[in-house]
């Protein structure tokens, strides 16, 4: 019998990849939930990993995949809700709203209903853990990126605010805010080397993460060692975030600013 048990919405690739790989590895038993069924069939044959397509936007998807981690695994222990969508064209173009509402639909309805769905088996297990992957665009703006930000920025105070409700009953919620991740999401920038570099000049780390740090926060958020965490959005993000970006980074010791 696994040590516990967790669902991972958007485990198919990227961060939540990261993330149901890592759990499993641990000892968990695994849910993982995408909309990609081609991506949770590489999880055929983990004898550790189950799978479920589903949309986090839907209810019932939301409910099926709580039940099928209590009816596989007898409990749930913790849940990530991984799942997220970007992209947008300005606010002034033709398709710009109903593109807003596909994308807060994921990162903002879905966070909602994986928060309402596994609250009841967390606290029927005695308590536990929810982990939310926001992002540092919810910390600061950027341009273009309009409907990304401001969704990502509603999560983090979803986080606050549920928080609050659930401490009392032993529910710890949590965020991560990556920063830039090689993830198959990514890819677009990276493959452009002016915008890759310029990107990466950013960073005062002067790289990008690995998924598996990014799951690493994960574990740590939802693992006893953050028992007296809650409310938190954790920034993994080689420093990114700690700028104002007036200047950047410095790329040795005693660089002067530039």
């Given at each position: ?13 990227g961060?939540g990849r990261?993330c149901?790989?890592?759990f499993?590895?641990?000892g ?23 799978t479920?397509v ?7 998807t939301n409910d099926a995949?709580v039940a ?6 007898g ?7 991984n ?6 064209p300005?606010i002034?173009?033709?398709g710009?709203?109903e593109k ?5 639909a ?9 928060i309402r769905s ?13 982990v939310?992957?926001s992002s540092?665009a919810g910390?600061?703006?950027?341009p273009y ?26 529910i710890r ?8 991740t ?8 990276r493959?452009?080397?002016v915008?890759s ?9 002067g790289?990008w993460?690995q998924p ?20 938190v959005?954790?920034p993994?993000?080689g420093?990114l975030?700690?700028s104002?970006g007036?200047?950047?980074p ?9």
């Amino acid at each position: 019998m696994p040590s516990g048990s967790v669902v991972v919405t958007g485990g198919a690739a990227g961060i939540g990849r990261a993330c149901v790989e890592l759990f499993a590895e641990r000892g968990f038993g695994v849910v993982a939930v995408d909309v990609s069924k081609e991506g949770l069939d590489e999880f055929a044959g983990h004898s550790e990993v189950v799978t479920l397509v589903g949309d986090v936007a839907d209810p019932e998807t939301n409910d099926a995949m709580v039940a099928l981690a209590v009816e596989r695994f007898g409990r749930l222990d913790t849940a990530v809700l991984n799942a997220g969508l970007g992209g947008a064209p300005p606010i002034e173009a033709e398709g710009a709203i109903e593109k807003l509402d596909a994308i807060y639909a994921v990162n903002v309805r879905g966070l909602t209903l994986g928060i309402r769905s596994a609250a009841p088996a967390l606290r029927a297990a005695g308590g536990g853990s929810i982990v939310v992957t926001s992002s540092g665009a919810g910390l600061r703006g950027d341009p273009y990126t309009w409907a990304y930000n401001t969704t990502k920025a509603a999560a983090n105070n979803l986080v606050r605010s549920a928080a609050l409700d659930y401490a009392f009953q032993g529910i710890r919620v949590n965020a991560v805010a990556p920063g830039l991740t090689l993830t198959p999401r990514t890819a677009g920038q990276r493959a452009d080397p002016v915008l890759s570099a310029a990107l990466t000049r950013r960073i005062p780390m002067g790289r990008w993460a690995q998924p598996r740090e990014q799951a690493e926060a994960v574990w740590f958020l939802a693992s006893p060692a953050a028992s007296y965490i809650t409310g938190v959005t954790l920034p993994v993000d080689g420093g990114l975030t700690a700028s104002n970006g007036i200047l950047l980074p410095p790329t040795y010791p005693g660089e002067p600013p530039q």
